[in-house]
C-alpha cells in the first residue's frame, strides 16, 4: 500500500498550503519538490529558469521523482505544476502514491498570482499572464486528468472541505 499523498496541479491550485495542512491531519511529512529543487541547486525557480533553462529545470524535477519513489514513505508531496507534463514523470507520480489533482478555473488562479514574481512562466502584462494561464491550462489538463487517480475541484471549497474530501479517498496501491 502506497501510504503518501501526492499533489499535482496548476500554478496556485494551492498545493503547497493544502499540502501542509494535509500533511498535519493525516501525522504525514510534508515535501515540496520545488523547494528540495532551490535547496539543491541553490538558486531560486526564477534563476534556475534564467541561467539553466526550462528543459534543465524539468530534468532536476525527473531526476528528484525518480529518487523519491525509492526513498520516501508516510508523506505529502507537493510538486510543480508542470511536472505531470511528461509521461514518464506521470508514472513516477502515480508509483510515488496517491495522487490528488487539484483543479482550478483560470479565473481563480489569475485572482490568485496577481503580481507574483516568482513564477517564470507567468511574467508580463496583464494580458500577456492571462494568455499563458489560459493555454498552459489547455495544454495541461488532460496530463493533469491522466496523471492523477483523483480531481478535487478546488474554486469554491474551503482549505478544510479540500482536506476531508482527499482523506475520504482510499490510498491506491
Ligand atoms: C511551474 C510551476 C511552479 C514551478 C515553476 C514551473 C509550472 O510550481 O515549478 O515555476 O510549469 O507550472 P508551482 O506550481 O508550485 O507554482
Known amino acids: ?22 500533511a498535519k491531519r493525516s501525522g504525514k511529512t510534508f515535501l515540496d519538490t520545488d523547494e528540495m529543487i532551490v535547496k539543491q541547486m541553490n538558486l531560486s525557480i526564477n534563476e534556475i529558469f534564467s541561467v539553466y533553462g526550462e528543459e534543465y529545470f524539468r530534468d532536476l ?3 528528484l521523482l525518480k529518487v523519491l ?14 511536472t505531470p ?10 508509483k510515488l502514491g ?4 487539484l483543479s482550478v478555473t483560470e479565473n ?3 485572482k490568485r498570482l496577481k503580481g507574483d514574481k516568482t513564477r517564470p512562466l507567468l511574467q508580463g502584462t496583464k494580458e500577456e499572464v ?12 488532460s496530463k493533469y486528468v491522466a496523471g492523477s487517480h483523483h480531481i478535487v475541484k ?16 482510499d490510498q491506491e496501491d
Not at 514518464?88 to 507520480?93: A, Q, V
Not at 478546488?154 to 479517498?169: A, G, H, Q, T, Y
Open 154 to 169: 478546488v474554486d469554491r471549497m474551503n482549505k478544510e472541505e479540500i482536506i476531508e474530501k482527499i482523506m475520504s479517498f
Open 85 to 94: 507534463i511528461r509521461e514518464e514523470n506521470r508514472t513516477y507520480l502515480k
Open 61 to 63: 524535477e525527473t531526476n
Open 1 to 22: 500500500m502506497a501510504d503518501n499523498y501526492v499533489l499535482i496541479g496548476f500554478m496556485g491550485a494551492g498545493k503547497t498550503s493544502i499540502g501542509k495542512l494535509l
Open 108 to 110: 481563480t488562479v489569475i
Open 130 to 141: 492571462r494568455d499563458k494561464v489560459s493555454k498552459l491550462l489547455n495544454e495541461r489538463e
Open 69 to 82: 519513489c525509492n526513498s520516501v514513505h508516510d508523506s505529502v508531496i507537493s510538486v510543480g505544476g508542470g
Open 98 to 101: 496517491t495522487v490528488i489533482y
